[in-house]
């Protein structure tokens, strides 16, 4: 028969690989539309990438650290708290930039313009500069399905990987 307290480490473990597993997929989303389907992330896009990425390193390295060590079950429950964090953050992140696109507020002055150091250029290199510039604009959704943008799904998905990683935490905490 297995111990109560190793099936409730197994649980925790798995919340653990899943939230990897999810924050992967979305990554890979992302990256999948920008490469394959050429769409240029802007700077509120990528910023709203961060989390993710730390979200994968943070959980895959908890993941086999749970599995491989005898970690306390509280550092793996505070764990599941800084995720949530993580995601709170980018929810945040993706309503700032859906309200950005929708107008609701204005967005940083980097997405609108150029930043180009001009102290050193003449005024054909700098028309050749512009031409070669391709801004983005964070104001302008790139793409929409169903009314929403990238931004949009993001936030929602960040919404729910925050449920989720409540749910973990709270399910191992009644344990």
């Not at 943070?58 to 993941?63: E, Q, V």
């Not at 060590?69 to 708290?81: G, Q, R």
């Not at 953050?89 to 107008?103: C, D, K, R």
């Amino acid at each position: 028969m297995v111990p109560t307290a190793c099936l409730n480490k197994l649980d925790i473990h798995y919340y653990l690989l899943l939230i990897f597993l999810m924050s992967t997929a979305i990554i890979l989303t992302a990256l999948g539309f920008e490469h394959i389907g050429g769409y240029v992330p802007c700077d509120l896009c990528l910023r709203q990438r961060w989390p993710y990425y730390i979200a994968i390193i943070f959980s895959l390295a908890m993941f086999i650290l749970s599995a491989k060590t005898d970690v306390s079950t509280n550092v793996i429950k505070y764990s599941l708290l800084f995720l949530a964090l993580l995601f709170l953050i980018n929810a945040y992140l993706g309503i700032h930039h859906a309200g950005v696109e929708w107008g609701w507020w204005k967005g940083p002055s980097g997405c609108s313009g150029i930043n180009i150091d001009r102290s050193d250029m003449g005024l054909s290199n700098l028309l050749t500069s512009l031409d070669n510039t391709k801004i983005v604009p964070c104001d302008e959704a790139s793409w929409r399905l169903f009314g929403l943008s990238f931004a949009g799904y993001n936030a929602i998905a960040s919404f729910g990987l925050l449920l989720f990683s409540l749910f973990a935490y709270k399910k191992s905490s009644l344990r």
